[in-house]
Every structure is written in C-alpha cells, then in structure tokens.
C-alpha cells in the first residue's frame, strides 16, 4: 500500500487514546453520514502500545478526589464494561485502603461516587476496617486503617491484549494504522496558525484535522508544535508566574514472581485491585530495618499476563531539566529510567506488612526491567483542549490507560459536540484558576 499523501483525520500515537479516539471516531463519522474510518490515519513512530499504554499496570478505578476526574472516570468504566473480551477487562472491583490522615479525603469519594451512582461501599473506622479486610484475606495485617473504600466497579485490563483489541476495532471500521512513521515537524498554513501537514521521517502526511496523543511524548510533540513552555497559575487569586508546562515522573512497578493464584480471596476468587495507604512505619521484610516513617503507598493485583503478584508504588520526580531529559528509548530500554532495587525491597516489603501470605517472598521479585517515565502537566492532570486551530492535543499526564472512554469524548468533541467531562480539562484552567482539589495522597495523580 502506497505511503499516504493526506489523511482527513491524522492521529498520532498508537496507544490507548489514539487508538480509542480512532474507533470512535470512526463510529461517529459513520454514524452522522460525514465519512468512516478510511477518512482516518494512525501513525506512530514503533508500534502498537510502544509507549505508556503498552507497560501500563492496567488498573482501571474511580477512587478519585477530584470530582471532575471521577466523573470522567465513571464514564471510561462504562467503555471497558462495553466490550470486556476485546478489551481483555476483568471487572474485579478496586479498593482505596487508607489511614486516619486520608479519611476525610476519601470519605468525600465515598460521598460523591454514591451521588453520581457509582456502585461502591465505604467502611469506617481501625477495627470494621480489619474486619472487612480479614472477610475478604484470612491473612490481611495491615495496621493503622481507619477506612475502607470499595469501588465494586472497575478492575484492571491486560494492557497489550487490550491494545491490540482496540485497535482490531478500529481496522474493522476501516481505519488504517501506520507504524514505523516517526512525527518529525509540521507545517504550518501560510494565513493562520492550522497544521496543514505533519513532517514525518517517510513523507509529509497533509491533514484537515490533527490529533496528538502522545503519552510520554507530550512534552515533545508540545515544543514542535511550538506551545507555551511556560504557564502563569491562579491560584486563588494569588498568580504564580513562568511555571514549566512539563515535568517529568518515573514511574515504580514491578512483579513478585509467585504462582498468581496465591492472591485469591477467602472463596477462592480474583481479588479487588489493591491499593493501601499507610502512616505506619515500614520495615523490611529481608531484615526489619526501617524502610521509612513517612506515608506511603502500594497497589498490586494477581496478574496472569505478567504470571505473577504485579503492581507498584508512588513515583518520583526526575529533577533533570525537562529538556534534558532522554524520553527515549523507553520503558524497560531505557538505561536510566527503570526500577531499581530499592523499589523491589520497599515494594515487597510493603506487601509483607499487608498480608502475611507474602512474607519472605522478596527473593522472588522478578528483577527484570520494568518501569518507566510520564510526562506530567504542572498539577499533574490531564489537558484535553485545541490548539493552533486545527489540532487536538490529549495530554493524560499519565492518568492514560485506565481512561478509554476519553477517545469517544474527543470524537465527539471533533465533530462539534462539546463534552461536559472534558470541559474541567481546559488548557486556560491555569489562568483562571479553575484548579482541581488537591488530596493528601502520597500518588500525585490522585
């Protein structure tokens, strides 16, 4: 098939926004007698899932503080609920486990997941807490709880099989992806500021309408754009100048390499996604040292894709320079940003203070590559907003896996719908101060 001269609809980034945005556009064109998926174009510069989405843990939930995110969240559930085979999807349930300095935080999710209709329960309280705990793992240990937020819905999806799933969906409507096309530059319309086609390492590729989702590439694809590197932020009326628009995380995951079965509930069953917070000092479970005695988190899960007990903790801040930072190659390529061993032993040191199942168990950390980093906006949500007239940017800021409802969102949005989910997401939030609430987590994304 000849490389293409012009597409009207350019994507890219094959991951789980592009893709999405991809299917349901396509849909939404076919559907309003305006095109189908032929009228639409995917490249990316790898491959299918070669970024963020493809090492992704694949944790999809609603425990958020922000009311605009768990709002849009309820939405993106609905989409992986719609096809759960193509999405390889398991609806497990998700459980935000949390001390008495987060209570109030999640007790306002509770509250609000119950007023938009989101199917959860919230246990209040140290002893009520160990006992629901204790109903669902014989062995849980975890001191210091005081709450209990369990989200019925949500879960978590085998990333790669989810991916490839899309984007059979999307081929299926006529869409065509094209990877091994790396986006090098733009062109610009001589009287206005529209992309009028994108500078790629095989050809130009012209365009009537672009859409970037970039995951870890935000920050990149952002500068050749040429959009403010800097923005101002109001924040209660006080206006803090020049912030950088990116910095980046790196992110902490990894497997326990242990039969996946020994995380099951007391009848036998794939457990919630579990996620604990905790103000109790952490000690190790190599040599009881104190790890630390500050909060701190974990999330894991049973996952017979990774075969083992898979999942992670907070990330961290990278203090390089953003525009010195080497975004590529990435994920478990990268020479730089990968987990260490420090992880490996805080991680599986926190999953010992949990359940008492998964004492002594370090030595079976798989100590394999995994990791990797996210390009995160100055509040560290997500900007899904228009640009240089033309363009349509999907910033996650890492939130990207979990948020496939996005794609339909966009879609619409692409076909003059405006969405009330996205409308909290604008790039000018900033200036107006439009801020989201901030939640004492120890996850920035949170």
């Not at 095109?35 to 970024?51: E, R």
Request: charged residues 20%; negative net charge.
């Amino acid at each position: 098939m000849a490389f293409p001269q012009h597409s009207d609809y350019l994507i890219i980034g094959a991951g789980i926004h592009g893709l999405s945005t991809a299917y349901h556009l396509a849909l939404a064109l076919k559907a309003k007698d305006k095109g189908d998926g032929g009228n639409i174009l995917v490249i990316d510069k790898t491959a299918i899932g070669a970024g963020a989405s493809g090492i992704a843990c694949g944790v999809v939930r609603n425990n958020y503080f922000q009311p605009a995110m768990r709002e849009l969240m309820a939405q993106c559930v609905e989409i992986w609920e719609s096809d759960a085979t193509a999405y390889s999807y398991h609806p497990v349930g998700y459980m935000q486990i949390s001390p008495d300095s987060m209570f109030e935080d999640v007790a306002s999710i509770a509250e609000q997941q119950k007023q938009i209709g989101y199917d959860s329960v919230f246990i209040e309280g140290e002893q009520a807490s160990m006992d629901y705990m204790k109903g669902l793992f014989h062995d849980w240990q975890a001191k210091g709880i005081t709450s209990v937020l369990h989200e019925k819905k949500g879960g978590f999806a085998n990333n790669t099989k989810s991916l490839y799933g899309l984007a059979g969906k999307a081929e299926a409507q006529g869409v065509r992806i094209l990877t091994g096309v790396k986006a090098a530059g733009f062109q610009s319309d001589d009287a206005s500021s529209a992309i009028k086609a994108v500078v790629t390492d095989k050809g130009n590729i012209a365009c009537d309408q672009l859409i970037v989702a970039p995951g870890p590439w935000a920050k990149t694809i952002w500068d050749m754009l040429e959009l403010p590197k800097t923005v101002d932020i109001n924040s209660a009326g006080e206006i803090h100048r020049n912030i950088p628009m990116w910095v980046y995380w790196s992110l902490q995951e990894g497997t326990l390499g242990v039969d996946p079965d020994m995380q099951k509930t007391n009848d036998g069953k794939l457990p919630p996604v579990i996620h604990v917070d905790s103000n109790s000092p952490l000690y190790s479970d190599v040599d009881r040292s104190l790890i630390t005695d500050e909060i701190w988190g974990i999330y894991y899960k049973p996952d017979f894709h990774f075969n083992g007990v898979q999942g992670g903790a907070a990330p961290f801040k990278v203090e390089t320079d953003p525009d010195q930072v080497a975004v590529d190659p990435y994920g478990v390529d990268s020479p730089e940003f990968i987990v260490g061993p420090e992880f490996a032993h805080m991680w599986t040191s926190a999953l010992a203070h949990c359940q008492k199942r998964f004492e002594g168990q370090t030595p079976k950390y798989n100590d394999q590559p995994s990791g990797g980093i996210g390009s995160f906006t100055p509040d560290s949500f997500p900007v899904f907003d228009s640009f240089r007239d033309n363009c349509y940017f999907i910033a996650d800021s890492n939130h990207g896996y979990k948020m496939l409802g996005v794609g339909k969102l966009v879609a619409e949005e692409l076909l003059g719908s405006k969405s009330k989910l996205l409308e909290p997401f604008r790039f000018s939030r900033y200036i107006e101060g439009r801020l989201h609430p901030v939640s004492n987590s120890p996850f920035p994304w949170s």
